[in-house]
């Protein structure tokens, strides 16, 4: 059980240096999860791209780095981060549906190990960046390989009709186009199915797809050296790992043989078992039949259970009184759907009691934002039995106003 990890005296002194509230991450834990991949896909050693859109903290990014990880972003800004964490930039991967020219051009200048492509008209794009530089561009496509991942319409990607990839006919048009440019290089496939994705059906056939047409590529002249599976693999909240040995089954059989080296694109199953966010109790109140606790994180800190009706864990620091009872666990934020967790089983906290908000290590703060003026959370690692340090501090008002001009 992830508890183990986050022990109530440590908790209540993070708590008390860092304020709240605070998202308080496990080393241990982050780097439990980035061994797990090692180890379960040991036969085919692929290059692991952390995706930094599930949580770009530098304190977290420079451990997936120096456990020899790259990075996959899909900004510039998360270019520049991954740089700064110590990402070797021929590991990074620069993946998203609209780049700008002046992003590619930073990507190209930075020497990133390949620009994961989306459209025709992004490659020729990529195509007039390379010229300006009088350099080749290597790149990768996302192929959109129209497989059903089974998860919330939000987070699936796979499927023909939603925004992102080609089609496996387009893809073919490009590439052939690619061979016969001065500024170029074809170096990849990808795909990347969809977020929390918990059955391995459909890796196994967007990988029989990708692979199928790689193959058909080499006998047309185009010869690619990365197959790109992808993120996406889930972890229930609450749990302590994602179980990686169905997604390793499903695609390392699939390119054996082939040469090509595997990429894939882990980010949630590694962060969000690593993170905690802990809030404090301001008020307790009952709204007609419900039971209510305000507390002091809210939906600008983590969207997920108002986006996606995810259900974190929730559990109270400390014991609280009286028999359990159900509780919608609410934030300060003006929306009927800032709530944390809803129906939560709780005995009844103390106003000033600590809460612990379990996997929202990916997703969490990455996602937040200052609405309704509130200045983002502060974010501490546990780097030992009793030793933790602040990896990013609260934000103040005057963070909020800075950029401004009046
Ligand atoms: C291109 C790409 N790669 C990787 C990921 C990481 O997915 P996850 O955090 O679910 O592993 C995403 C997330 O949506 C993505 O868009």
Known sequence: MLAKYFKPSLLKKIAAGAGTPVYVYSKAVFLKQIRAYKKAFRATAPLFCYAMKANSSAGLCALAAAEGFGADVVSGGELYRALRAGFEPGKIIFSGVGKTPEELEYALKAGVLFINAESFEEVLELERAAARLKTRAPFSLRINPDVDPHTHKFIATGKLGTKFGVSFEEAQKIYMYAAESAYLKPVGAQFHIGSQVHTAAPYAQAAGRLAAFILKLASRGVNLKYADV???WGVKEGAEMADLAPLARAVEGVFEGTGLKLVLEPGRSIAAPAGILLTR???????????????????????????YGAKHPVALIGPGSGPE?????VGPVCESGDFLAEDARLREPAAGQLIAIYSAGAYGFSMSSQYNSRPRAAEALITGAAAWRLIRRRETYKDLTAPEIP
């Open 230 to 232: 992808g993120g996406g």
């Open 281 to 307: 109790v301001i008020y307790r109140k009952r709204g007609g039949h419900k039971n209510f606790i305000v507390v002091d994180a809210a939906m600008n800190d983590l969207v997920r259970p108002a986006l």
């Open 325 to 329: 009872a159900v509780y919608d666990i």
